[in-house]
């Protein structure tokens, strides 16, 4: 799938977002130029480069924006043909309906429409400007589909941290037959010499945890040279807790594999502390947090060991920015209503630009132990969004990051370079093959989404929560007076 890209393009004239690895801070460089040389940024600099190699690719991005990639710490890919389809949906039907495990049981998906879903997502998010994504890839219900999913991973070109998610009682594929695909996975290597990389995840680390499996996931873990450990950590009444506690019971915490807490929702003070004395990162999902109702009320105060993420991006936005956006406005308010609680008019402004900038790109390469992605610096991976600074929403701009983080949208991206190589070109994806994508996706799509909207959903009206928590429901709201339906129904149709 991927597209031929030369080995080097020299990107002059526009405004530069670059990072100060010595003052670990970002740096604007105003009619700049940012040589790339194959997979790497060769120089950065408020002139042309002394020294440009033969045949370099010479890109005008004069009233443009130049930044790193963003990266993404916590997505499921294979979920995109069900887009729309939980526009209204809680954890709880989640569970019931989209999950792994309802999936299997319900209308079971072949392993084309995994490599088709896990593809065209990839495809979605390189076009909103995500290079590197994280994904806690649970599509693991065979070695079919399994592989689908890593092969669609390589196929799209992005940079993937493909976490092959063991469950603990998937329906006909046991642990064993889960633990010998991984083995032959990692011993294939298929993805090496790619941006994709293989890694795991596990979420039954706690509570009540099985001793025995937990310490096989861990062996397969270091003797794969994983690049990553990811799980999901919701606390509170949900009782996945995954809590850095929990990990650190089984001793793991001080790994050179890092590890990242998907939500970390309820974490609590010494599940922080630990988080800084190892220096493992949380996965922030602001969107998904607030659609689903996980919470995260603490998350604010973890803010120096968190990155961000998009989660289940069928059910709304695909890209970082938006994220980025949201935690920002989100972390702003909490930090006010602390002043206003107390009755004071608060005078300066909590949390800025730069700061959500940051969670959005180098914070997401810290959590990977990875010094060479989120940053646009000289030696750092060659990962790359151009902004089109003459469009309607960015005209005028001043600030670059402000531009950015409060003002663009996906619609501003001309260009995103992955590696080096070319992935979306005046504002269109490029790779080869990508028009044979988007017909066998919609085939797959359509028939799935037949299946899911002909299996009525059923919640429950009480009783208890499977972690033993009783359910709650919150009052519905409502924008019309009177005897209107503001909530309304679901536009769907069976394709």
């Excluded at 604007?28 to 002139?47: H, Q, Y």
């Excluded at 107390?342 to 909590?350: D, G, Q, Y």
């Amino acid at each position: 799938m991927n597209s031929t890209s030369p080995s080097s393009i020299l990107f002059s004239g526009g405004t530069i977002i670059a990072f100060n690895r010595q003052t670990e801070s970002l740096e604007v460089i105003r009619n700049g130029s940012v040589l790339v040389t194959g997979d790497r940024i060769a120089s950065v600099s408020s002139s042309l480069p002394s020294s440009i190699p033969a045949n370099t690719e010479k890109v005008d991005i004069t009233d443009k924006i130049i930044t790193t990639g963003f990266i993404d710490t916590h997505r499921h890919g294979w979920q995109t043909a069900f887009k729309t389809l939980g526009s209204n949906t809680s954890l709880v039907e989640y569970f019931n309906r989209y999950s792994e495990f309802s999936v299997v049981q319900q209308y079971p998906l072949t392993a084309d429409d995994v490599y088709y879903g896990q593809l065209a997502g990839l495809y979605e998010a390189l076009n909103a400007g995500v290079t590197t994504t994280l994904d806690h890839a649970h599509h693991t219900w065979s070695n079919e589909t399994s592989e689908a999913g890593l092969k669609a991973s390589i196929d799209s070109g992005a940079r993937v941290f493909w976490a092959y998610a063991f469950h603990d009682n998937i329906p006909n594929f046991p642990l064993e037959e889960q633990f010998a695909n991984f083995r032959d996975i990692a011993a294939k290597g298929v993805y090496k010499n790619t941006p994709t990389s293989l890694g795991v995840a596990y979420d039954y680390f706690g509570p009540n945890p099985d001793i025995e499996t937990v310490n096989t996931v861990i062996d397969l873990l270091r003797s794969s040279n994983a690049s990553v450990l990811t799980t999901h950590s919701v606390q509170g009444p949900w009782g996945a807790d995954n809590s850095p506690e929990d990990l650190d019971s089984f001793g793991i915490l001080n790994l050179s594999t890092p590890i990242v807490f998907s939500h970390a929702s309820f974490i609590t003070a010494p599940g922080s502390r630990l988080l800084r004395q190892t220096n493992q990162y949380i996965s922030i999902t602001p969107e998904s947090e607030m659609h689903y109702g996980h919470g995260h009320p603490t998350s604010h105060l973890i803010q120096d060991q968190a990155a961000l993420g998009v989660d289940t991006h069928f059910t709304f936005s695909t890209d970082i920015l938006t994220q980025a956006r949201l935690w920002l406005q989100s972390a702003r308010k909490t930090f006010y209503d602390n002043v206003l609680e107390t009755w004071r008019v608060p005078v300066t402004n909590p949390m800025s630009v730069n700061q959500a900038f940051l969670l959005a790109t180098r914070n997401g390469g810290r959590a990977l132990r990875r010094d060479d992605l989120g940053i646009l610096a000289v030696g750092a991976k060659a990962d790359l969004v151009v902004w089109d600074g003459t469009s309607p929403a960015l005209l005028g701009w001043n600030d670059p990051v402000a531009a950015v983080v409060l003002h663009a949208s996906v619609g501003d991206i001309e260009h995103v370079v992955v590696d080096g190589k070319w992935k979306k070109r005046d504002g269109k994806i490029v790779d080869v093959g990508y028009k044979d994508v988007k017909k066998k996706f919609l085939e797959s799509a359509k028939r799935i989404q037949r299946l899911v909207i002909g299996t009525p959903s059923v919640l429950p009206t009480s009783g208890t929560f499977q972690s033993g928590f009783e359910l709650g429901f919150p009052v519905r709201a409502d924008v019309v007076n009177g005897t209107g339906n503001g909530y309304g129904v679901p536009f769907l149709e069976a394709p």
